[in-house]
């Protein structure tokens, strides 16, 4: 679906969330640096990082998204290409990774696993990965296909109104597909009329994944800034902003305990 619909107009805005400002400022050394952004959109962040870093690459498996960001924002570096394949990026190579908007959350657990491993490989050791995921503990506060809430006015409840039979249908396809394991869960949520299966981990669980790929989890802020500590939930946050360290040992996983 990424690949083959252009989705620029949905995304194409410059507007961060309060966890992004404060996590771009806090590790301003790091972002100042050689940085990867996966899954740029239309370059909603991308914008901030071509200002900010010494050399910026960004990646979508989406041509009209990559296509945006290269006439937007033409001194960063921009290709098409899939997060899962980092062959093309040597190791040790990055001062910082930025995964915004869940961009990981696309993928299953084993391809998550091996990806946040591949991360680690080509970023420098003590260089930073700063990622959003969705937050299982918010999936009982999920809409519902019929829910009309948030329609501002009458032409917007008509407009949501109108859309519930495709995503009522689009439910029914994907709901044998969800999962809940004790790690995580894969949910078919909302986003683009329940059309995707997404992601869905625990504070905890997000940095104990951290900590087992060789990431010394730094922090967990919720998506309006605020810290999120050991066994909090933070369930009224749809999503939560991770940023752990590339830990120093020699890739068997291992780094400091987590956070
Ligand atoms: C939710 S949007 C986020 C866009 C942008 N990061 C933002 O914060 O606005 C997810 C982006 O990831 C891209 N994407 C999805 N799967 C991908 C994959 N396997 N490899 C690279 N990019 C991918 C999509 O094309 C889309 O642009």
Redesign the pocket.
């Known amino acids: 679906m990424?690949?083959n619909k252009n989705?620029v107009r949905h995304?194409a805005?410059r507007t961060l969330r309060p966890a992004e400002v404060i996590l771009l400022v806090r590790h301003a050394g790091a972002f100042s640096g050689r940085v990867l952004?996966?899954?740029?959109?239309?370059?909603?962040?991308?914008g901030y990082l071509v200002e900010l870093a010494a050399a910026v690459h960004g990646?979508?498996?989406?041509p009209a998204?990559v296509d945006y960001c290269r006439s937007t924002y033409p001194t960063g570096t921009f290709t098409v290409?899939?997060?899962?394949d980092m062959s093309g990026f040597e190791s040790e190579h990055f001062d910082a990774v930025l995964g915004?908007?869940?961009?990981l959350d696309?993928?299953g657990d084993e391809e998550r696993v091996r990806v946040l491993r591949d991360l680690r490989r080509i970023l420098k050791p003590g260089g930073v990965l700063a990622m959003s995921a969705h937050n299982r503990a918010h999936i009982p506060y999920l809409r519902k296909p019929t829910d009309l809430r948030g329609a501002r006015n009458l032409l917007r409840a008509a407009g949501k109104l109108a859309l519930i039979p495709l995503r009522v249908r689009n439910r029914r396809r994907l709901l044998p597909f969800e999962r809940s394991e004790a790690d995580y869960a894969l949910v078919n949520d909302d986003?683009h009329d329940y059309t995707l299966l997404h992601y869905y981990i625990s504070r905890d669980s997000q940095v104990r994944q951290l900590d087992q790929q060789g990431f010394q989890p730094l922090e967990c802020l919720d998506a309006e800034g605020r810290l999120v500590d050991v066994g909090q939930e933070a369930s009224e946050s749809a999503e939560l902003h991770y940023v752990a360290r590339r830990g120093a040992g020699g890739g068997d996983g291992r780094s400091a305990p987590a956070a």
């Open positions: 990424w690949r989705f995304y805005s952004e996966l899954g740029i959109g239309a370059g909603r962040v991308t990646i979508d498996v989406s998204m290409a899939d997060l899962r915004a908007n869940n961009v696309v993928l986003a």
